[in-house]
């Protein structure tokens, strides 16, 4: 599935990064995913859109853990890369529109979601 993902590309449409790891054989974790200096653009939601499609072909649950992106190696309380990132909060409201769901988990206490595939 993540192989799909990546042969879906739109080259000169694609302002998204996206870090996608092999949980299982039908599970999928996604890492991180950015889009620098293009925030509220719609590029974000493409590719997950994107993502969720393929998952839900495969068959193929997703998990996630909604929390802005820090530089490498620092915790929770350093502010995220780009002042203009969306928080927490807005990142899980985002999640939750694309068919997320708490799971009951937490890592590095945020929230684990999870999306079934439909």
């Known amino acids: 599935m993540i192989d ?9 449409r ?7 790891e092999a949980t299982g ?35 193929v649950m997703l998990s996630l853990v909604p929390r802005p ?3 490498k190696g620092q915790g929770m ?7 203009t990132a969306p928080d927490s909060a807005a990142l899980e409201a985002f999640y939750v529109r694309l068919g997320f769901a708490r799971s ?6 945020s929230p684990v979601m999870v999306r079934s595939p439909r």
Do not use: N, Y
């Open 25 to 59: 054989d039908c599970a999928v974790a996604l890492e991180a995913l950015w889009s620098e200096g293009e925030h509220r653009r719609g590029h974000a939601r493409a590719a997950m859109e994107r993502l969720v499609a393929l998952a839900d072909l495969h068959g």
């Open 69 to 71: 992106l820090t530089q």
């Open 4 to 12: 799909a993902f990546h042969a879906s590309r739109v080259e000169d």
């Open 14 to 20: 694609q302002h998204v990064e996206m870090w996608l």
């Open 77 to 83: 309380a350093v502010p995220s890369i780009e002042d």
């Open 104 to 109: 009951g988990g937490k890592f590095e206490g």
